[in-house]
Structure formats: C-alpha cells, structure tokens
C-alpha cells in the first residue's frame, strides 16, 4: 500500500506563505483523488482542496484564491500553495490518496499521511 509523506508544514505569520508537499513511495498516477485536509485543535476533518487524475481541483470556500493545489505525476508528489494565511488555517494538514470505487470493492483505497502541523499566528 502506499504510504504518504507530508512536509512544509511550520509557524507563520498572518499574510505569509507556506508551500506543502506531499510525497508518495508509489507512482500517484493511478490514484483517483490526492486531496488536502486540515483539522483544527477541537474540530473534525475538512476538505481544504483536492485533485483527481484529470486534474480537476476542488476547493474550500475559505482558500479560494488563496490555496493552490498541484501535483506532479514524474515526481509522485502532490503540492499545496497556501498563500495569504489567515490564523483560521491553522492546523494539521493531511495528505489522502483515493484510488477509487473500483479499488474500494476489492478492498481498503483510501490512505491518509500523518500529517504536518500549520500555525499561523503573530
């Protein structure tokens, strides 16, 4: 199974910027979805952007604009930009590889790193 690697994660500033990265020990082009997720000290989970195999991106309302998400297949990581932060952004960013329902009916195909931790504060 893939194991996913986090990094970029680190204290910043309201206004500053951080770039993460998220590295996987097998090619990424099979996967479905690679998305981002934070989750705040008391709070659950959320979808902070995602992209498919087709290169389609979601993203959360709240970084619209601000976050960009990326990924390059050759170098089996996926990125994201996160521009003009906000002290709301603050949290653990986990990186998830889905590699779909095909995958799911045979069994386990969504994995998750471990994350790293985003502070954004002054």
């Known amino acids: 199974q893939v194991q996913l690697v986090e990094s970029g994660g680190g204290e910043v500033q309201p206004g500053g910027s951080l770039k993460l990265s998220c590295v996987a020990s097998?090619?990424?082009?099979?996967?479905?979805?690679m998305g981002w997720y934070r989750q705040a000290p008391g709070k659950q989970r959320e979808l902070v952007a995602n992209i498919t195999n087709n290169y389609r991106t979601t993203y959360a309302e709240s970084v619209v604009g601000r976050f960009t998400i990326s990924k390059d297949n050759t170098k089996n990581t996926m990125y994201l930009q996160m521009n003009s932060l906000q002290p709301e952004d603050t949290g653990a960013y986990y990186c998830?590889?889905?590699?779909?329902?095909?995958?799911?009916?045979?069994?386990?195909?969504?994995?998750w790193g471990r994350g790293t931790q985003v502070t954004v504060s002054s």
């Open positions: 097998t090619s990424i082009f099979p996967i479905y979805v």
């Open positions: 998830k590889a889905d590699y779909g329902p095909l995958v799911a009916m045979r069994g386990n195909s969504e994995f």
